[in-house]
């Protein structure tokens, strides 16, 4: 997935992020290969993650 420099600007005002315009590129580049690699996981193994319970991010704590 090849983002825009647009579609990057976006993503980082959604989530408040505040990207100095130096680094955009580099940060394109990356999240542009990191979401092609998603992609390709997507596509090997989409069935059985859909299958598949997601680990909480925070593990209950034992009753003290």
């Known amino acids: 997935m090849e983002l825009t420099c647009e579609q990057l600007a976006a993503m980082a005002a959604t989530i408040g992020l505040n990207l100095p315009a130096a680094d955009a590129e580099n940060?394109?580049?990356?999240?542009?290969?990191?979401l092609t690699e998603m992609e390709g996981i997507e596509?090997?193994?989409?069935?059985?993650?859909?299958?598949?319970?997601p680990v909480p991010p925070v593990y209950p704590h034992e009753p003290s």
């Open 43 to 53: 596509r090997e193994l989409g069935a059985e993650m859909d299958r598949t319970e």
């Open 27 to 34: 940060v394109r580049l990356r999240l542009s290969a990191l």
